[in-house]
């Protein structure tokens, strides 16, 4: 006589919360990321900026899937240019040593 394994009530409970939770994290993850005020660049542009303050890098995340430098510039204060990674001008830049871009803080 073969016995075939039960689970538990609260095994059973848990395996159907499961994707409950998982799903409440994903949002509540979404909503720090607004709540945060992170910047997220949809467009970018390769057009050089002159006068550089500053330079985040943003990574693809959730709900903001373009790979982009975020220049904030002097002369605009609070400006956010959103750079293509691929612009030369700021590829040689970086690899000089003449502009550094942490990562945005990333979701």
Request: aromatic share 6%; charged share 20%.
């Amino acid at each position: 006589m073969k016995m075939c394994p039960t689970l538990s009530i609260s095994r059973w409970i848990f395996l159907l919360c499961l994707p409950v939770v998982m799903l409440v994290s994903v949002q509540k993850a979404h909503s720090s990321a607004q709540s945060l005020g992170l910047p997220c660049c949809h467009k970018v542009i390769t057009q050089e900026v002159k006068t550089i303050q500053s330079c985040f890098e943003q990574k693809p995340r959730y709900r903001c899937r373009q790979h982009a430098f975020l220049i904030i510039n002097k002369r605009h204060k609070n400006k956010i240019w959103c750079i293509d990674p691929n612009s030369e001008w700021l590829k040689d830049k970086i690899e000089k040593g003449e502009l550094k871009c942490p990562p945005v803080i990333s979701v």
